[in-house]
């Protein structure tokens, strides 16, 4: 297969606040601004997450969200909510506990519990 996925893209309507929230959350490398002021590749060792500013103000939540794994769910929750995200919901399981956090846009994410061996 020829495919792989180079990056996921966040609409947004704050371009720099969006970049100071996801670079401190994943420690990202920021790219340039495009020329048109309107989007950021923020780039990582591992993946790719790009900001695109929206044409008008987002009102409503696609389907689409990130799952970011961690071995410290409550530290990292707190670091990430320090960093300007809120929390949801909470949804403990033993078989898939996880929080839904937003960032500082409503975006959507979850920050899921996973053990060493994961």
């Known amino acids: 297969m020829s495919l792989r996925v180079g990056s ?8 720099e606040e969006m970049t100071r929230f996801w ?4 420690d990202l490398r920021p790219g340039p601004v495009s020329p ?8 990582g060792d591992r993946v790719h997450l ?13 389907g689409t969200h990130l799952d970011l794994y961690t071995e410290d769910q409550a530290a990292e929750v ?9 929390v949801v919901r909470r949804h403990h ?7 839904v956090l937003a960032d500082p846009e409503g975006n959507p ?4 519990a ?3 061996d994961s």
């Open 8 to 15: 996921v893209v966040i609409n947004c309507v704050d371009l």
């Open 23 to 26: 670079v401190a959350a994943l």
């Open 36 to 43: 048109e002021g309107d989007f950021r590749v923020l780039g």
């Open 50 to 62: 790009s900001l695109q500013v929206a044409d008008a103000p987002i009102t409503s939540r696609g």
């Open 78 to 86: 707190d670091r990430l909510c320090a960093l300007g995200a809120r």
């Open 93 to 99: 399981d033993p078989d898939d506990d996880y929080v």
């Open 109 to 112: 994410f979850c920050v899921c």
């Open 114 to 116: 996973v053990g060493a």
